[in-house]
């Protein structure tokens, strides 16, 4: 070979497997198995987070009630209320406003049980007793003073045990919660820092000058 010949490739490369090598093993399926399908997670169910309002203001309730004379009555309602409120949390969904739909089916469900079952005036309009506040006077026949405190206590749309008053057993659905405006205005005027913040941020007359401010 002169330095003028050069070393060229085949046109065809040839690469033989390594005989050597072990051969790869298949596993045997068994005879009418069928093919495996990808596992699909199930739904899962909306929840939504409850949020409990924090603050030391006082707090007003608008609340339907149910209003019965035996314990058996009163718990039998509950456990109704309370079932149909697990049956529709456990409809799988995405809809992020499913909770507030599902609040909205449930005081309807609770208006026709207090029309049905309820003993109080309040049935007629589904046992609404508007929005229940702190010092709030009594509603003769309706409301005492008892009734009113406990209801402050409860929570929206959890049905607390039946609560008892002079006049029957009550059934009580906090269907909305927020800050008693009235009740805070009232606080306001009676706090002396208010007053003098009050008067702090009061526009300011300014007097007319003397005959002794005046240059000559």
């Known amino acids: 070979m002169t330095d003028k010949e050069q070393p060229q490739e085949p046109e065809k490369t040839v690469y033989q497997r390594d005989k050597t090598a072990p051969e790869p093993k298949v596993p045997d399926k068994p005879e009418g ?8 997670k199930p739904r899962k169910v909306f929840q939504a987070k409850k949020v409990k309002i924090q603050s030391k203001k006082p707090l007003e309730h608008r609340v339907r009630h149910i209003l019965v004379s035996s314990v058996e009555a009163a718990n039998l309602i509950r456990q109704t209320v309370q ?17 507030y739909q ?20 309040s ?32 929570e929206k749309f959890v049905i ?18 927020q800050i008693c405006k009235k009740m805070v205005e009232e606080q306001e005027k009676l706090d002396p820092r208010y007053e003098a913040l009050a008067a702090k941020d009061a526009p300011r007359t300014q007097a ?9």
């Open 83 to 99: 079932d149909f409120q697990m049956e529709l949390a456990n409809e799988p969904t995405d809809d992020p406003d499913k909770e």
């Open 208 to 216: 007319p000058p003397s005959s002794m401010d005046i240059p000559s």
């Open 123 to 154: 049935k007629a309009v589904g046992g609404d007793l508007e929005w229940i506040y702190p010092k709030m006077p009594e509603i003769e026949g309706i409301l005492s003073k008892e009734l009113r405190d406990e209801i402050l206590k409860c």
């Open 160 to 177: 607390p045990e039946p609560i008892k008053s002079k006049f029957g057993l009550h059934i009580v659905l906090v269907c909305e919660t």
């Open 102 to 121: 599902d609040y909205e089916k449930i005081e309807k469900f609770f208006a026709r049980l207090a029309k049905k079952y309820s003993v109080c005036p």
């Open 33 to 40: 198995e069928a093919p495996k399908r990808p596992v699909v």
